[in-house]
């Protein structure tokens, strides 16, 4: 089952905080934040491996909860260059990659 | 380092026909997964393959298969086409299990 991530679409101000959530039900192994602007591919923000952990990228930041088997996604002080849709990649056990991708989150930071 | 090269970019073709799409992963990298993406639907896995062989298939018909030779490059090819097909194609390439996965530019598959 794909996750499900929340909001769907979020409208920011530059310096504006946001909040990206993605919740799975099934048992993680991983979770992968990636980012993709209109026309291009996706790009690769993190990955989280363990639970509790919490990782930065720049003002994007994110944490794992294995326990809830969610993770957040923080992006701190917009910038218009955060623009983009936002997915989240869960891998369960097994052995193998098997990278599953929440519907997206679209983000638009506005002047 | 070059990066994962996906052809042809854009595709247009008639419903019932069959249609092959490239990939050409990051040097080194054995895993290939492929993804459909369409608006809505987001990023649906298709299949992953590592060092020849299929390690994980989504849920979809069998009208879709994939092939991954030696040098890992890697094929999909969608048999019979239908309208809802059409659909921005995506591959991306790894180390393998939770490791940075690196996208094409995908293959736009537009079915009249």
């Known amino acids: 089952q794909q996750p499900v991530q929340s909001p769907q679409a979020v409208i920011l101000r530059e310096g504006e905080d946001a909040v990206i959530n993605c919740s799975s039900s099934?048992?993680?192994?991983?979770v992968h934040w990636y980012r993709q602007k209109h026309g291009e591919a996706p790009v690769f923000l993190m990955i989280?491996?363990?639970?509790?952990e919490q990782k930065g990228h720049e003002k994007i930041s994110a944490s794992f909860n294995e326990k809830k088997q969610q993770s957040s996604l923080y992006l701190t002080a917009s910038q218009l260059s955060y623009s983009g849709t936002y997915f989240c990649?869960?891998?369960?056990?097994?052995?193998?990659?098997?990278?599953?991708f929440g519907t997206g989150t679209k983000l638009q930071v506005i002047p | 380092k070059a990066g994962v090269t996906q052809t042809p970019r854009y595709l247009i073709k008639t419903r019932g026909q069959q249609v092959t799409l490239s990939c050409s992963p990051i040097?080194?990298?054995?895993?290939v997964s492929w993804y459909q993406q369409t608006p809505g639907q987001g990023l649906q896995f298709l299949f992953e393959?590592?060092?020849?062989?299929?390690?994980n298939k989504g849920n979809f018909p069998g009208r879709f298969s994939g092939r991954q030779f030696s040098n890992s490059r890697s094929e999909m090819n969608v048999s019979t086409l239908e309208l809802g097909d059409s659909a921005l194609y995506l591959c991306?390439?790894?180390?393998?299990?939770?490791?940075?996965?690196?996208f094409g530019q995908g293959t736009r598959l537009t079915v009249v």
């Open positions: 099934k048992a993680l192994y991983s």
């Open positions: 040097s080194g990298h054995r895993s």
């Open positions: 393959y590592f060092s020849e062989t299929q390690r």
């Open positions: 989280l491996l363990k639970g509790g």
């Open positions: 991306a390439s790894s180390l393998g299990r939770a490791n940075e996965a690196f």
């Open positions: 990649g869960t891998e369960s056990g097994g052995g193998y990659q098997k990278v599953t």
